[in-house]
């Protein structure tokens, strides 16, 4: 991905949304995690669309992920 040039973690997600937007994905969860201390800009993005869509399985679950569906 190419390099950002934002004043603002706000700005960041909004550039990464459009982008994500552009390819046709349309479920996006974005959250703004910025420590106040720290001077960089971080966000946690979700977007189920890019988690390994039914059918196209690269590989296969993990056992925590197993034992989290079989409690």
């Not at 106040?36 to 679950?61: C, D, H, S, T």
Request: glycine fraction near 6%.
């Amino acid at each position: 991905m190419p390099m950002l040039h934002v004043t603002s973690t706000a700005e960041a997600i909004r550039a990464i949304l459009g982008r994500l937007q552009a390819q046709g994905i349309t479920e996006i969860y974005a959250v703004d995690i910025t420590p106040q201390w720290l001077p960089v800009f971080v966000a946690k993005l979700l977007v189920p669309q890019l988690e390994n869509p039914e059918g196209e399985r690269r590989q296969r679950y993990g056992n925590r992920a197993l034992n989290k569906v079989f409690q």
